[in-house]
């Protein structure tokens, strides 16, 4: 069984900067792309940045030159930094790892508000 477990969330003041990570465990060969999600109140669940196993990135136009994300292979364990924080990052966090099917994360908030 696969899980992913992510840490990191919180609140913090706009302009601010916080680090997500999502360690994923259990049985597997290899993770092939990871990548973060994030569902805002009433909105749907949008891509925010994947990596493939290879270190290739994609970002939403809404936080490029703000985000980055990075994966330890090794470890099996993606990161989200997150710079130059907005009330409009406010939402919901999801880890999603793609082996041989796509597993997700609980979810962590990301709360940005003065």
């Known amino acids: 069984q696969v899980r992913l477990v992510e840490s990191g969330g919180g609140l913090v003041q706009p302009g601010g900067s916080l680090r997500l990570s999502c360690a994923v465990s259990?049985?597997?060969?290899?993770?092939?792309?990871m990548g973060w999600y994030r569902r805002a109140p009433g909105k749907q669940r949008e891509l925010v940045a994947t990596?493939?196993?290879?270190?290739?990135?994609e970002y939403a136009d809404s936080v490029k030159g703000r985000f980055t994300i990075s994966r330890d292979n090794a470890n099996d364990t993606v990161y989200l930094q997150m710079n130059s924080l907005k009330p409009e990052d406010t939402a919901v966090y999801y880890c999603?790892?793609?082996?041989?099917?796509?597993?997700w994360g609980q979810g962590t908030q990301v709360t940005v508000s003065s």
């Open positions: 999603h790892a793609r082996i041989t099917f796509n597993y």
């Open positions: 259990g049985s597997f060969f290899s993770i092939n792309a």
């Open positions: 990596i493939t196993s290879g270190g290739n990135t």
